[in-house]
């Protein structure tokens, strides 16, 4: 929880640099800050509650009202379902009708602003290396990222109507992301010295390391057959609830 609540603050900071630096179109790390902010805001006050137990529900607590009012956050300014389709769709090419993810302005756009300390710099090295960049203590963090660029970005051809496909492609970029920016965070405060700098350097290899692991599932599972035949599963359970109005399934009681 504790690394949740960081997270969304440096990602403001990432737009709000982007918007003072006059950059032309930063509605994508928009999209990317509200979903996870409003996420990390919901699971942080669940959990509190959770932790509170039966007194988490009293006013006295007042933690019950913050999760009525953060609610709503998931809903106004943009569903976070429809940001995912954004965030999924800007960075996919369509050709003819099947999509691939490739290696665009979408990913450029998305490594370039979380690292705002050097967007200056347009060049970004061959391989996309992060040596020189990233304070040494985070190589390991840097290279988490890196490898997504790389490698897995490059997903083969899905058709765009397939909403569980790129759910999937959006959760891993949002992860990404959310990498790239506690690593740029963490590197500056370790650059500078800052008292609590080796506390954000754990923060940042914590979640790096997490992250790493849900977006090599969810690329994964974006290529694999299994998942492709729960998907195709899943469509014709909905269809046939949609058809029956309702489900289709009788009581095991008889009822």
């Excluded at 099947?98 to 970004?124: A, Q, Y």
């Amino acid at each position: 929880m504790v690394v949740l609540q960081q997270f969304p603050a440096s990602m403001a900071y990432v737009v709000s640099a982007n918007m003072d630096m006059k950059v032309p179109d930063y509605k994508l790390e928009a999209s990317i800050s509200k979903i996870f902010a409003s996420e990390a805001a919901w699971y942080v006050t669940d959990e509190c509650i959770q932790v509170l137990g039966g007194m988490g529900y009293m006013k006295e607590t007042g933690v019950e009202r913050v999760l009525r009012d953060l609610r709503i956050f998931r809903i106004f300014e943009g569903t976070n379902d429809i940001l995912r389709l954004f965030v999924a769709l800007t960075g996919i090419e369509v050709r003819g009708s099947l999509c691939s993810v490739v290696l665009n302005p979408f990913v450029l756009s998305l490594f370039c602003s979380s690292l705002f300390s050097l967007c200056s710099k347009v060049g970004i090295p061959t391989g996309l290396s992060l040596e020189g960049i990233v304070h040494p203590g985070l190589d390991n963090s840097a290279y988490l990222v890196r490898e997504f660029f790389l490698k897995d970005l490059f997903l083969r051809a899905q058709p765009c109507n397939q909403q569980f496909h790129l759910k999937r492609v959006a959760d891993a970029a949002i992860d990404i992301y959310a990498m790239a920016v506690v690593i740029s965070r963490a590197s500056r405060s370790l650059s500078l010295g800052q008292p609590t700098a080796e506390h954000e350097k754990l923060l940042c290899q914590t979640w790096s390391h997490e992250a790493f692991e849900r977006v090599r599932e969810n690329l994964r599972a974006v290529k694999s057959s299994t998942w492709n035949q729960s998907f195709a599963d899943m469509k014709l359970i909905s269809n046939a609830v949609v058809q029956n109005k309702g489900i289709l399934a009788t009581h095991p009681l008889g009822f």
